[in-house]
T-cell receptor, first 116, second 113 residues
Framework: GAVVSQHPSWVICKSGTSVKIECRSL??????MFWYRQFPKQSLMLMAT?????????EQGVEKDKFLINHASLTLSTLTVTSAHPEDSSFYIC????????????FGQGTRLTVV | GESVGLHLPTLSVQEGDNSIINCAYS??????FIWYKQESGKGPQFIID?????DKRQGQRVTVLLNKTVKHLSLQIAATQPGDSAVYFC????????????FGQGTELSVKP
């Protein structure tokens, strides 16, 4: 149980375009999902907390207008990178938690974004 | 603030030896800690966790030690195998923020056959 799936696994897009990444909890309902970004040889950095039915909470320094997060259902959160630039190329990882009282989070397999 | 990673420190061990990976965490209010293993191009994989009311927890070939006084975690891997080669991260869960994890710097473990 507790499977989180991300789609796509990798994507290449042209500079200036937008790309959407999906994060789904397959066998549980996730009231909260989290989006992380990871550059090569670095740690995971939390970008934002995605709350079902309400606005996402962004970490300091993360542009909310550039990284649009939607959590329309208890099993799906999407991250849209708008007007992507080469410096947005990174590994994006989501995690999901069944409830606020549940400390552990379950991770997706990640999405490799390359902007050319 | 969030943990910002520098280039990963590395640990190289011989197959069969024990490995010890260390981590310093930042928030004294954190009450739950997890060690993750991450292989290249994949998401983090849960290894073992520990709550702040414990100082040691053992799993299969792995042990986590927690020292709250100095905000330090360690992961011990017994009889390290080539399949253990990966990057290992500790993560802390700030109190009452379910699922939110702040990751440490990470250590790249390389196991020589």
């Amino acid at each position: 149980g507790a499977v989180v799936s991300q789609h796509p696994s990798w994507v290449i897009c042209k500079s200036g375009t937008s790309v959407k990444i999906e994060c789904r909890s397959l066998d549980f309902q996730a009231t909260t999902m989290f989006w992380y970004r990871q550059f090569p040889k670095q740690s995971l950095m939390l970008m934002a907390t995605s709350n079902e039915g309400s606005k996402a909470t962004y970490e300091q320094g993360v542009e909310k207008d550039k990284f649009l997060i939607n959590h329309a259902s208890l099993t799906l959160s999407t991250l849209t990178v708008t007007s992507a630039h080469p410096e947005d190329s990174s590994f994006y990882i989501c995690s999901a938690s069944p409830s606020r009282a549940w400390a552990e989070a379950f991770f997706g397999q990640g999405t490799r974004l390359t902007v050319v | 603030g969030e943990s910002v990673g520098l280039h990963l420190p590395t640990l190289s061990v011989q197959e069969g030896d024990n490995s010890i990976i260390n981590c310093a965490y930042s928030n004294s209010a954190s009450d739950y800690f997890i060690w993750y293993k991450q292989e290249s191009g994949k998401g983090p994989q849960f290894i073992i966790d520990i709550r702040s009311n414990m100082d040691k927890r053992q799993g299969q070939r792995v042990t986590v030690l927690l020292n709250k006084t100095v905000k330090h975690l360690s992961l011990q891997i017994a009889a390290t195998q080539p399949g253990d080669s990966a990057v290992y991260f500790c993560a802390e869960n700030p109190s009452n923020q379910g699922g939110k994890l702040i990751f440490g710097q990470g250590t790249e473990l390389s196991v020589k056959p």
